[in-house]
T-cell receptor, first 114, second 112 residues
């Protein structure tokens, strides 16, 4: 059972425009959400996170929105740059216990066209 | 944040052999994790490496196949034992800082 889903395997955007990456989750116990960017042959790089007590978090060109009632979060990148081309993973944690185990989505490949 | 290095970065191994992957963190961390990313798939947690105690394995992963060591707060190893082609994956370690996890560059393993 996929608890964190990214339904769009790929997205293509023009440079300078907005990129919107979406993520849905099923478990209402999740209380912390993260976005990672991954280039080929590298490990995932932490981008931005949001706690379930908030509905928006912004860091430079990156903004994450959380809609708890819809169990949906999105990552907005404005303006998009060619260097943003990578696979983006959303992840969720908060299922309890001593660890902050992360459950990852399947990823969305973003291509920013110059 | 934490800076994490892994060795080796890649390897090609024969079926039936074992490979030990090393993970080094530049600061002391309580929790370290090992993940696997099979071709075209997402990251799947193998186990949580706890310093001073046995690793905690996720469903579908067992200690005999993936023994883990955590001798101190900056280092961990993952061994992939008795390898088969199905073990061909990228193996990643991560360290927890606050509620974030920071990842190493990964080890690309090919089993022939």
């Amino acid at each position: 059972d996929q608890q964190v889903k990214q339904n769009s395997p790929s997205l293509s955007v023009q440079e300078g425009r907005i990129s919107i990456l979406n993520c849905d989750y099923t478990n209402s116990m999740f209380d912390y959400f993260l976005w990672y960017k991954k280039y080929p042959a590298e490990g995932p790089t932490f981008l931005i996170s949001i706690s379930s007590i908030k509905d928006k978090n912004e860091d430079g060109r990156f903004t994450v929105f959380l809609n708890k009632s819809a169990k949906h979060l999105s990552l907005h990148i404005v303006p998009s740059q060619p260097g943003d081309s990578a696979v983006y993973f959303c992840a969720a944690s908060g299922l309890g216990g001593a660890t902050n185990k992360l459950i990852f989505g399947t990823g969305t490949l973003l291509a920013v066209q110059p | 944040s934490a800076v994490i290095s892994q060795k080796p970065s890649r390897d090609i191994c024969q079926r039936g052999t074992s490979l030990t992957i090393q993970c080094q963190v530049d600061s002391q961390v309580t929790m370290m994790f090992w993940y696997r990313q099979q071709p075209g798939q997402s990251l799947t947690l193998i186990a949580t490496a706890n310093q001073g105690s046995e690793a905690t394995y996720e469903s579908g992963f067992v200690i005999d196949k993936f023994p883990i060591s955590r001798p101190n707060l900056t280092f961990s190893t993952l061994t992939v034992s008795n390898m088969s082609p199905e073990d061909s994956s990228i193996y990643l370690c991560s360290a927890q800082s606050g509620r974030q996890q920071y990842f190493g560059p990964g080890t690309r393993l090919t089993v022939t």
